[in-house]
Structures are given as structure tokens and as C-alpha cells.
């Protein structure tokens, strides 16, 4: 790079911020436009020097051609590429001199591959509202924390300060905001995908609540109409005298959820003390340990040449290829009669507890079994009722297990998964009775609580590109840039042309979009030529 480039690119009046980060808000105004622009080139060549644009805003406006130059262009306009060169301002300035704060807030990015941290799909949303606090408090400078951050010039900001301006997104409060996000995931076609993630969701409200005398009586409701539906066997209740088919062998010993959600792991079970303790008891711990051999030896032979990532682990789901080797290793040092070691004891119980007989079928649980399994449904509640208050919620039909997920609580019961469609036709109903008692809204809501995972990762990517472009809306920016977005949306182009008239009209819409087809959707183009080439910027 030449020194000249490098000199004019770090000279003082580009080093000189045009606004205080913490004066007033402003608006970036109109055209945008750029001087002897040099950019990377995405595919190895040598950089791109860009003809001079001038572009009136506001616009909605399609980079052309579509394409790597045009991807390149719209991440060094979302601050997210430096140019090699050369200068790109809207209206008078300059975007590589505006202090961070202001180019946050005028300026906004979603791309393909969005950028999602651990936590909920809330979290994700809102990250980019809490730019400050929205308000002052009283500071107790007894606390340590205080006066070591006013020592070393740290911010006295607290995580628990208000930092959303409610009134900005026009809402009132927190409650407000969540039905905003919802609005607009759905706008971006996720509300079915909110409403099973709020299925999933532990339930939130009690049964002395009016919500919850809502949700007991669609519970009833929704009992009373598969009856007459004919689609009673479509769910087979929770019974306490009753052992329950499409429940593991774990959750019918519980016959509850413990308070210590870890205990949901059939590993974590298997080893629990008290837990041990009442399966001995009950004279089922050393006959669940063979079980769990049983199953062990049929997973090996179905395992047995099958390379990691197939089909079958997913059918066979009751341990992960990289456990394969291990299970192995414990079945040729097995004596062939007696009481297990225990550390081999609580390997194969743990594979006894998962086990469904409808899915596994390996003929393992006949009436006898199950006969023993709901007769140690006290002793092993028993167990857990003791000094550590690591108890059960057992299940009752007349209230609501706050530790089940909102879709056990409305069914009080498990899905036949045996019969065809049976999920189909059970979320179909479920909805239906949901919005008859005035529930959907509040189960789309608690779908925001979904966590996503290490970089997103556990949503599917069409999920995770929504969110990101959604959480850009929100910011209400002067500029949304937009990196092939509408791949991942139905509608494509009209959505979020839509979406953005919705939330943002006044705002402009600069797209890297993938096809000729999808310029062409757009009201306006922006044609980006080597500068050596006759320049055409045009409405098209």
C-alpha cells in the first residue's frame, strides 16, 4: 500500500470526530457518496477501485451487480470493511471519522451469518437497545465494587439499570416489548417457530392465577374434545396407577419432575444416592443394571460398522458415537453373574432409564416391569423428600407442574409418537384450544425465552438470519445495510421491502442481494463499476 494512501487515510482531519459521543443525535442526511474508493476484492485480485457515486437518499436501493464486490461494498459501508482507500460519506460526513455511538445508531447491519451470542433469543434481540442507561440512580459508595471501578475510571453503569428507552420503540414497558418482538418475528414468518419454542418452555404461571385457571380448564377442554374427536389414543395420560408407554423408564419412576433439573439426565439419575437407594429398595436396581447390559449389547451389534453421524444414531438416540467405544469396553469385562461394579452399574442403569420400549423396541418391558415400576413410584419419591429438598413435583390433574414444559402441562400426558401424524394433529388442536382460551400470545412470548446457543448454533440458520435482521430494525437506523438477507426469506425481497416500509419508512435500505431477479424487485439500483468504466448510478 502506498505511503500516500496510508498518510491521507490517518491525517488529522479524518482522526477529528465531527460529534462528542455523548452530544445530541443527528442525522447523517443525504447523498451517499464516495471519493477515489478502493476496496478489497473478495476473491483474491487486486483491489477494486469504485467510479464516484452520488446517490440521493432517502432510497431503497439493490447493490449491482449482485455478487462478491457488492458484498464487499456493503460491509465497508456497515463499518465492518475498511477501503483501501479513498473516502465514503453520507451526506457531509465522512463514515470512517463519526464516533462509534453515533455510526451504531445511524447505521445498522444484518447479514447471512449473523453474529448471536449464548443466551436467549431475547437477549440477542435486545443487545443492541442498551446503549445507556435511561436513567439515574442513587450510588452506594460503601460498595467495594463502586469504589474500585471510580478508582480505575471504570464505568458505575449497573447490568440492572434501565437501559432500554421503552417510549423510542413505542411501547411502555417490558411486557409491551415482547409482544413488539413477537410482532415482528411473525411479520418474518417465526411465529410458528416462537410457538413451539414456548411449547418447550417450563410453564410460568400457578394454578391459582387466572391464567393458570385458564390454562386447567383448556387442559380439560382439550381432553373433552379428543374424545369426541375420536383422537383420545393420540395422548396417553399421566396416570399415577398407570405406567406411561411413551414416557422412559426414568420419568415413570419419578412420576414428577425433580426440582433438580439435572436429575433429567439419565446419567446424572443413575448416580444420584437416593435415587440408588430406592431402586434397591424396591429390589429393581440390580435387574434395571441387566436391562441396561440388554440394551448395550443390542446397541453394539446396530452400532457395529456404522460410522459417526448416521442415520441410525438418531433412531437409536440413547448414546452418541464417541460412547460407543466405552459401552463396549464395560460389556467384555462383564462377570456373568452377580451385582455390577458401580461405576458400570450406573452406565448401564442410565441406559434403562432412557428407554422408551414403542421406539427401542428390543422387547425389554413387559407387565411384570412395569407392574414393579409404578409400585416404587412412592418409595422413590420418598427418597428424594429427605433433608437435601431435592423433591418431586409429581403430577396432578387439577394443577400445573411449574417444572414440566408448557406442552406436558397442556396434554398431561405423552404424545403416542406410534401413530401417524399424531404430533401434526396434537400441535394443530393444541393451538386451536390455546387460542380459544386466549393463551397463544403469552406461549409465542415465552418462545422468546428459547436459548440459541453458542453462536446460534442451536436454531436453524433461516431462524438465526431473522433474528439478526430483526434486531437491526429495532435499532430504528437512518441506514439498514442488508447482506443477502432475503435468501432466507419467504417472500423473499417483498418481505422485507414490507417489513422495513413497517417499522422504518423514513429510513434507507442499501442490499447485497443473489440474483438479477431480486435487483429487479427493488424500487431503485445502485451500480458499482471499476472506475475505469463509464459510471451509471440509476433508478431501475
Same mark, same amino acid.
Given at each position: 500500500?502506498?505511503?500516500?494512501?496510508?498518510?491521507?487515510?490517518?491525517?488529522?482531519?479524518?482522526?477529528?470526530?465531527?460529534?462528542?459521543?455523548?452530544?445530541?443525535?443527528?442525522?447523517?442526511?443525504?447523498?451517499?457518496?464516495?471519493?477515489?474508493?478502493?476496496?478489497?476484492?473478495?476473491?483474491?485480485?487486486?483491489?477494486?477501485?469504485?467510479?464516484?457515486?452520488?446517490?440521493?437518499?432517502?432510497?431503497?436501493?439493490?447493490?449491482?451487480?449482485?455478487?462478491?464486490?457488492?458484498?464487499?461494498?456493503?460491509?465497508?459501508?456497515?463499518?465492518?470493511?475498511?477501503?483501501?482507500?479513498?473516502?465514503?460519506?453520507?451526506?457531509?460526513?465522512?463514515?470512517?471519522?463519526?464516533?462509534?455511538?453515533?455510526?451504531?445508531?445511524?447505521?445498522?447491519?444484518?447479514?447471512?451469518?449473523?453474529?448471536?451470542?449464548?443466551?436467549?433469543?431475547?437477549?440477542?434481540?435486545?443487545?443492541?437497545?442498551?446503549?445507556?442507561?435511561?436513567? &439515574? %440512580?442513587?450510588?452506594?459508595?460503601?460498595?467495594?465494587? /463502586?469504589? +474500585?471501578? !471510580?478508582?480505575? =475510571?471504570? #464505568?458505575? *453503569?449497573?447490568?440492572?439499570?434501565?437501559?432500554?428507552?421503552?417510549?423510542?420503540?413505542?411501547?411502555?414497558?417490558?411486557?409491551?416489548?415482547?409482544?413488539?418482538?413477537?410482532?415482528?418475528?411473525?411479520?418474518?414468518?417465526?411465529?410458528?417457530?416462537?410457538?413451539?419454542?414456548?411449547?418447550?418452555?417450563?410453564?410460568?404461571?400457578?394454578?391459582?392465577?387466572?391464567?393458570?385457571?385458564?390454562?386447567?380448564?383448556?387442559?380439560?377442554?382439550?381432553?373433552?374434545?379428543?374424545?369426541?374427536?375420536?383422537?383420545?389414543?393420540?395422548?396417553?395420560?399421566? &396416570? %399415577?396407577?398407570?405406567?406411561?408407554?411413551?414416557?422412559? /423408564?426414568? +420419568?415413570? !419412576?419419578?412420576? =414428577?419432575? #425433580?426440582? *433438580?433439573?439435572?436429575?433429567?439426565?439419565?446419567?446424572?439419575?443413575?448416580?444420584?444416592?437416593?435415587?440408588?437407594?430406592?431402586?434397591?429398595?424396591?429390589?429393581?436396581?440390580?435387574?434395571?443394571?441387566?436391562?441396561?447390559?440388554?440394551?448395550?449389547?443390542?446397541?453394539?451389534?446396530?452400532?457395529?460398522?456404522?460410522?459417526?453421524?448416521?442415520?441410525?444414531?438418531?433412531?437409536?438416540?440413547?448414546?452418541?458415537?464417541?460412547?460407543?467405544?466405552?459401552?463396549?469396553?464395560?460389556?467384555?469385562?462383564?462377570?456373568?453373574?452377580?451385582?455390577?461394579?458401580?461405576?458400570?452399574?450406573?452406565?448401564?442403569?442410565?441406559?434403562?432409564?432412557?428407554?422408551?420400549?414403542?421406539?427401542?423396541?428390543?422387547?425389554?418391558?413387559?407387565?411384570?416391569?412395569?407392574?414393579?415400576?409404578?409400585?416404587?413410584?412412592?418409595?422413590?419419591?420418598?427418597?428424594?423428600?429427605?433433608?437435601?429438598?431435592?423433591?418431586?413435583?409429581?403430577?396432578?390433574?387439577?394443577?400445573?407442574?411449574?417444572?414440566?414444559?408448557?406442552?406436558?402441562?397442556?396434554?398431561?400426558?405423552?404424545?403416542?409418537?406410534?401413530?401417524?401424524?399424531?404430533?401434526?394433529?396434537?400441535?394443530?388442536?393444541?393451538?386451536?384450544?390455546?387460542?380459544?382460551?386466549?393463551?397463544?400470545?403469552?406461549?409465542?412470548?415465552?418462545?422468546?425465552?428459547?436459548?440459541?446457543?453458542?453462536?446460534?448454533?442451536?436454531?436453524?440458520?433461516?431462524?438465526?438470519?431473522?433474528?439478526?435482521?430483526?434486531?437491526?430494525?429495532?435499532?430504528?437506523?437512518?441506514?439498514?445495510?442488508?447482506?443477502?438477507?432475503?435468501?432466507?426469506?419467504?417472500?423473499?425481497?417483498?418481505?422485507?421491502?414490507?417489513?422495513?416500509?413497517?417499522?422504518?419508512?423514513?429510513?434507507?435500505?442499501?442490499?447485497?442481494?443473489?440474483?438479477?431477479?431480486?435487483?429487479?424487485?427493488?424500487?431503485?439500483?445502485?451500480?458499482?463499476?471499476?472506475?475505469?468504466?463509464?459510471?451509471?448510478?440509476?433508478?431501475?
Amino acid at each position: 500500500m502506498k505511503y500516500e494512501t496510508v498518510a491521507a487515510h490517518f491525517g488529522p482531519d479524518r482522526l477529528t470526530p465531527y460529534q462528542d459521543d455523548d452530544g445530541p443525535g443527528l442525522r447523517l442526511g443525504s447523498p451517499l457518496s464516495t471519493e477515489d474508493l478502493t476496496i478489497r476484492d473478495p476473491r483474491g485480485g487486486s483491489p477494486i477501485d469504485i467510479a464516484p457515486i452520488d446517490m440521493p437518499l432517502p432510497a431503497r436501493l439493490a447493490l449491482v451487480p449482485p455478487g462478491a464486490v457488492s458484498q464487499e461494498f456493503a460491509r465497508v459501508v456497515a463499518g465492518l470493511a475498511m477501503p483501501r482507500g479513498g473516502t465514503v460519506r453520507i451526506g457531509h460526513y465522512d463514515l470512517a471519522t463519526l464516533p462509534r455511538s453515533i455510526f451504531s445508531s445511524r447505521l445498522a447491519f444484518a447479514g447471512n451469518t449473523p453474529v448471536l451470542f449464548p443466551g436467549s433469543i431475547r437477549d440477542n434481540l435486545l443487545y443492541g437497545l442498551r446503549v445507556k442507561p435511561q436513567a &439515574s %440512580r442513587r450510588l452506594d459508595f460503601t460498595k467495594q465494587s /463502586l469504589r +474500585e471501578a !471510580l478508582r480505575t =475510571g471504570n #464505568p458505575l *453503569d449497573s447490568i440492572t439499570d434501565p437501559w432500554i428507552d421503552f417510549a423510542a420503540l413505542g411501547v411502555e414497558d417490558a411486557a409491551g416489548l415482547d409482544r413488539r418482538l413477537v410482532e415482528i418475528l411473525s411479520r418474518l414468518g417465526l411465529g410458528d417457530d416462537l410457538y413451539r419454542y414456548g411449547l418447550g418452555t417450563l410453564s410460568s404461571v400457578t394454578h391459582e392465577s387466572e391464567a393458570g385457571q385458564r390454562f386447567i380448564l383448556a387442559r380439560e377442554h382439550l381432553r373433552e374434545h379428543f374424545e369426541q374427536q375420536g383422537l383420545a389414543g393420540l395422548v396417553i395420560p399421566f &396416570s %399415577r396407577g398407570a405406567f406411561n408407554d411413551q414416557a422412559t /423408564l426414568g +420419568e415413570n !419412576l419419578l412420576f =414428577g419432575v #425433580p426440582r *433438580d433439573t439435572s436429575l433429567t439426565e439419565p446419567l446424572r439419575l443413575a448416580a444420584a444416592v437416593p435415587f440408588r437407594t430406592a431402586l434397591a429398595q424396591t429390589r429393581l436396581l440390580d435387574d434395571l443394571d441387566r436391562m441396561g447390559v440388554e440394551i448395550a449389547r443390542n446397541l453394539s451389534e446396530i452400532f457395529k460398522d456404522v460410522p459417526p453421524g448416521h442415520p441410525l444414531f438418531r433412531r437409536f438416540s440413547l448414546i452418541t458415537p464417541e460412547m460407543v467405544p466405552e459401552y463396549e469396553a464395560r460389556l467384555s469385562r462383564l462377570a456373568p453373574t452377580g451385582r455390577l461394579p458401580e461405576e458400570d452399574s450406573k452406565a448401564f442403569l442410565a441406559l434403562s432409564l432412557a428407554y422408551v420400549e414403542p421406539r427401542m423396541r428390543f422387547g425389554l418391558v413387559d407387565p411384570i416391569l412395569k407392574s414393579r415400576v409404578v409400585g416404587a413410584r412412592s418409595v422413590v419419591q420418598d427418597a428424594f423428600g429427605g433433608q437435601d429438598g431435592c423433591d418431586i413435583e409429581t403430577y396432578d390433574p387439577a394443577r400445573i407442574n411449574p417444572r414440566a414444559s408448557v406442552l406436558d402441562n397442556i396434554l398431561f400426558g405423552r404424545i403416542d409418537t406410534a401413530r401417524m401424524h399424531s404430533e401434526e394433529i396434537i400441535q394443530r388442536e393444541v393451538l386451536a384450544v390455546f387460542r380459544e382460551f386466549d393463551l397463544e400470545d403469552g406461549i409465542r412470548r415465552r418462545g422468546l425465552e428459547r436459548q440459541v446457543g453458542n453462536r446460534g448454533l442451536l436454531l436453524p440458520e433461516r431462524v438465526r438470519v431473522r433474528v439478526g435482521l430483526t434486531r437491526a430494525l429495532l435499532r430504528q437506523p437512518e441506514i439498514l445495510v442488508i447482506d443477502r438477507v432475503t435468501d432466507h426469506l419467504e417472500g423473499g425481497v417483498q418481505t422485507l421491502l414490507d417489513v422495513v416500509e413497517e417499522m422504518i419508512p423514513s429510513a434507507t435500505l442499501l442490499a447485497s442481494v443473489s440474483s438479477e431477479v431480486e435487483v429487479h424487485a427493488f424500487p431503485d439500483a445502485l451500480r458499482l463499476v471499476p472506475s475505469d468504466q463509464p459510471m451509471r448510478n440509476a433508478a431501475e
